[in-house]
């Protein structure tokens, strides 16, 4: 199931984010949109405040990876928890993520942070110079997001 593959490389980036809290996300789905998202609950913050924030970031870093959140009503919804069976899926996700994140900051792209496959298919197509910062190379967004498109 896509969303909840996507839903745990969300999981994983905002956790990050939170290394004191045990942040917890759950999708409910409806059953007439299985491929889509109604509802995003957030568990293992208290705080309303900081929850709401932590729903919205994981709602927009979902649509950032092409899956639709919306809510209709009047339709029942089916709870989908993270999935992190299928590596390679996840991984994929994980890296269209901190790709995402590279090209809003405007920095670089740490190649060690990528998946190995994508590593080798950035390496593959590209023939310039790249970025080097403290004696490390790293890699253009734009590179890598050819790289991904390209997978598709």
């Excluded at 889509?36 to 709401?52: K, P």
């Excluded at 919804?77 to 790709?99: I, M």
């Excluded at 593959?124 to 997001?145: S, T, W």
Aim: some cysteine.
């Amino acid at each position: 199931m896509t969303q909840a593959i996507a839903l745990a490389a969300v999981q994983d980036v905002i956790a990050a984010q939170y290394p004191a809290l045990s942040i917890d996300l759950v999708a409910q789905v409806h059953y007439v949109r299985p491929h889509e998202i109604a509802h995003i609950d957030v568990y293992g913050c208290d705080d309303t405040t900081r929850r709401r924030a932590i729903r919205q970031q994981a709602v927009s870093l979902l649509r950032q990876l092409g899956i639709r959140v919306e809510l209709i009503g009047g339709h029942d919804v089916y709870t989908v928890s993270p999935d992190r069976s299928e590596r390679l899926a996840l991984q994929g996700y994980a890296d269209r993520l901190y790709l995402f994140a590279c090209s809003e900051a405007g920095t670089y792209v740490d190649p060690q942070r990528l998946s190995a496959p994508l590593r080798e298919r950035v390496d593959a197509q590209v023939a310039r110079q790249r970025p080097v910062i403290n004696g490390r190379e790293y890699y253009y967004a734009n590179d890598v997001e050819a790289a991904l498109e390209g997978h598709r």
